[in-house]
């Protein structure tokens, strides 16, 4: 029978296209995620561990605005530059429904603050 992931811990991007976003994953223990972190990735901290999955799901509220546009540029960008606007509609509307779900409607800043940082970079919509 698998083991129970009753541990959570919310980690926050540090560096690149998705810093300052906040994420959070269950292992079964500290001790699993200490083995973990041996070879995690090097551009995550831990912002939080052993938490409640509400407040993980909280502290994962609290990215701010402006990292959750970048993020939806990044997955909209191909190797070319160019940003797909049906990829980045898709992108912002998975975050705004997610904010909504937790009663915190985000959508019209989360627009206002990708059309800045898309006019900001020069970026190209295709």
Same mark, same amino acid.
């Given at each position: 029978?698998? =083991?129970?992931?009753?541990?959570? *811990? %919310?980690?926050?991007?540090?560096?690149?296209?998705?810093?300052? *976003?906040?994420?959070? #994953?269950?292992?079964?223990?500290?001790? @699993?995620?200490?083995?973990?972190?041996? @070879?995690?990735?090097?551009?995550?901290?831990?912002?939080?561990?052993?938490?409640?999955?509400?407040?993980?799901?909280?502290? !994962?509220?609290?990215?701010? %605005?402006?990292?959750?546009?970048?993020? !939806?540029?990044?997955?909209?960008?191909?190797?070319e530059?160019n %940003?797909? #606007? @049906?990829?980045?509609?898709? =992108?912002?509307?998975?975050?705004? %429904?997610?904010?909504?779900?937790?009663?915190?409607?985000?959508?019209?800043?989360?627009?206002?603050?990708?059309?800045?940082?898309?006019?900001a970079?020069?970026?190209?919509?295709?």
């Open positions: 029978m698998p =083991q129970k992931l009753n541990y959570p *811990v %919310v980690f926050e991007y540090t560096k690149g296209s998705y810093k300052g *976003v906040r994420f959070w #994953r269950s292992f079964t223990n500290k001790e @699993d995620l200490e083995e973990w972190l041996k @070879d995690a990735p090097k551009n995550e901290k831990i912002i939080a561990q052993g938490v409640t999955e509400e407040m993980a799901i909280n502290l !994962c509220a609290n990215t701010s %605005v402006a990292a959750r546009a970048a993020s !939806c540029i990044a997955e909209a960008t191909d190797g530059g %940003v797909h #606007r @049906d990829t980045l509609q898709l =992108q912002m509307t998975n975050i705004a %429904v997610a904010s909504k779900h937790i009663g915190r409607d985000i959508t019209e800043e989360l627009l206002v603050n990708v059309e800045l940082l898309l006019l970079a020069g970026k190209r919509m295709v």
